[in-house]
């Protein structure tokens, strides 16, 4: 195999940065990029002449500020989880899609995680165990998210109602009540488990 030039093999290894960025949703780690045998000083020149674009500490992108808010949301947060205003809107519960991402996370995510100019997004601190109960999936871009089923999620709207604006938890229980698709068995048995049964039903028991 012959030698490549210097330029063959700045191309080569782009290539290979773009083939992981891919497979992550449009980002890349410092770490991945390094495992490529890339050196620490030639990704910070990249960065200067603007062949890559750092996302934030430790993240880097092609084309960021072209990708939309879901790509990035997908590649940044592969571990979080689509909750309360963020997951309405997906559900079509309110109509208009909230300023920033609200992402359940686990308590121990660093926090410095979600220090973005862009996308905003509000993080939820939750319990490993808590984070996992409820959870399903949707399309998103190119890929799939994790969001909370809608059982759960109006669980957490009960729980958290002093948290969101009137309006907003209003539209939510009348939506979740019209839903056909609801299943108030789940609903009963999420309810118990987020310590929020006796506010099902006080509130909303007698349309269930």
């Known amino acids: ?98 300023y920033a991402w609200h992402i359940a996370v686990d308590k121990n995510t660093s926090k410095s995680r979600f220090k973005l100019e862009y996308p905003v997004i509000k993080p939820y601190y939750t319990e490993p165990d808590v984070l996992k109960s409820g959870v399903t999936e949707i399309p998103f871009e190119a890929g799939s998210m994790k969001i909370y089923t809608k059982e759960r999620l109006l669980c957490d709207c009960l729980k958290y109602e002093e948290k969101l604006d009137r309006d907003v938890f209003k539209r939510a229980l009348l939506a979740f009540i019209a839903d056909s698709t609801k299943d108030i068995s789940e609903l009963l048995r999420i309810a118990r488990e987020r310590k929020v049964l006796q506010k099902v039903h006080n509130i909303i028991g007698v349309w269930l």
């Open 1 to 98: 195999m012959e030698k490549m030039t210097r330029g063959e093999k700045t191309e080569y290894l782009l290539s290979e940065i773009r083939k992981k960025m891919d497979e992550n949703g449009g980002i890349i780690k410092t770490n991945q990029i390094i495992s490529l045998g890339v050196d620490y000083r030639r990704i910070l020149a990249w960065v200067k002449d603007g062949t890559l674009e750092r996302v934030k500490n430790g993240y880097y992108s092609f084309g960021y500020k072209e990708r939309s808010e879901e790509d990035l949301i997908l590649g940044l947060f592969p571990d979080g989880v689509l909750c309360m205003d963020s997951a309405l809107y997906y559900y079509h519960y309110i109509e208009q899609k909230p």
